[in-house]
C-alpha cells in the first residue's frame, strides 16, 4: 500500500523518546504544517481572555480617570488670548516716514532715524527684562500678574513679595511671540483670566516696544548732536562749520520725525482686540487623551498582574530566587 501523500512519512518522524526529551507530543515535528499558525493563534486568544479576566480593574481605572479629567477640566479656570499683528515700517509702502514726504524720508534715512525694524528686533526687546520690568512697575501690574499672592483688601502680599526673576518668569511664560519671516510679520499675544486685561496688557508691551525703540535711537541721535556741537566749537574753517551745521540740522530734524510716528519702527497691521472665546484649556481634549491614557496603563497593569501571578509556575525558581535576594536591602 503506498503512503498517502498528504500524509506525513513516518519514517521521517523522530522517536518517542526524542519527543520527549524535547518537550513535544510524540511523533510531532517541529515546523509541523500548522503548528506556527496554531500556536500564533492561541496566544492571541491568550492575550484576549487576561483582557477579559481583568476587565473590571480596566473599566474602573478608564471611569476613574475620565471622571477626574471632567471635574478637573471644569474647575480650571478659563484663559483668554489677546493677539496683534505688526510689520516693520520699511515693508509698509507709501506709510511710515513715507507719508511725511520725500525729503523727511531721505532726512531719516541719512541719519539713521526713523528706519524701519526687524522682527529679530522685536524679538529681543519684547523679551527683554528692561522692558517687561519698566512696563509691570509703571502699570503696576504685579497685583495682576500674582492675582493668588496678593489681599486685594489688605493691599499687601500675603506672604513674601515675588522677586525680579519670578517677575519677569511669570509675565514672558504669559506673553507669546510668533515671528513669521516668511511674510515678515509678527503675531504678538498676552494671556489671561480677564479678557479685557489681556488686550491691555499686551497694548503696554506693543507701546512699551516702541518708545524703547524711539528712546534708544534718540538718545544716539542726542549724543550725535552733541559730538557735533563740541567739533563746531573747536573749529575755525568756515567750509567744515557749514558742513556740521547741514549735520546738526539733520539731526534735528530726525528727532522730530522720530517723535511724529506713533509707532516707532513698525505698523500694526492686525490691532489687539477683546476675545470673546476663552484660549483654554481645552477640556474635550483633556478629557479624550486622559481615558486614551488610562486605557493602555490599565492594559499593561492587567499584563504585569497577570505575570506576576504566573511568576512562580512559569519562571526559573533560581532566577526567582536570585531576583529575590538583590531586591533586599544589605545591611551595612
Sequence with gaps: ????????????RPPAHADAAAGREPGIR???PY????????????????????????????????AAAVIISLLMTNIYRSETTIVPTAQEKG????????????????????????????????????????????????????????????????????KKEDIYKAVQALLDVKPDKKKNV??????????ETAKRILDYFIVGMSELLRRQTLDEAQAQQKHLYQQLGQTTDPLLKNKLYELIAKQIEAETLANVQKYYS??????????ERKFKPKRAQI????????????????FFLEYVKNLKTREDPERLANLRKYMRFRKR
Design 186 to 195: 509678527m503675531v504678538v499675544g498676552f494671556q489671561n483670566e480677564d479678557p
Design 35 to 66: 503548528e506556527a499558525g496554531e500556536e500564533d493563534e492561541i496566544n492571541l486568544l491568550d492575550l484576549f481572555i487576561v483582557l477579559l479576566r481583568h476587565k473590571v480593574m480596566i473599566f474602573t481605572v478608564v471611569f476613574l480617570t475620565g
Design 287 to 302: 478629557c479624550v487623551l486622559s481615558v486614551v491614557v488610562a486605557f493602555f496603563i490599565a492594559v499593561f497593569a492587567a
Design 266 to 275: 513698525f505698523n500694526i497691521v492686525d490691532p489687539s482686540y477683546v476675545p
Design 95 to 162: 506709510g511710515g516716514l513715507s507719508a511725511l514726504g520725500g525729503f523727511g524720508a531721505m532726512i531719516a534715512s541719512e541719519a539713521g532715524i526713523g528706519a524701519g525694524g526687524s522682527l529679530e528686533q522685536f524679538e529681543v526687546v519684547l523679551k527683554s527684562r528692561e522692558l517687561t520690568h519698566s512696563i509691570v512697575k509703571e502699570k503696576n501690574l504685579l497685583p495682576v500678574i500674582f492675582k493668588d499672592s496678593w489681599d486685594s483688601q489688605a493691599k499687601k502680599w500675603k506672604d513674601e513679595p515675588p
Design 30 to 32: 517541529p515546523g509541523y
Design 1 to 12: 500500500m503506498q503512503n498517502d501523500p498528504k500524509q506525513p512519512d513516518d519514517a521521517n
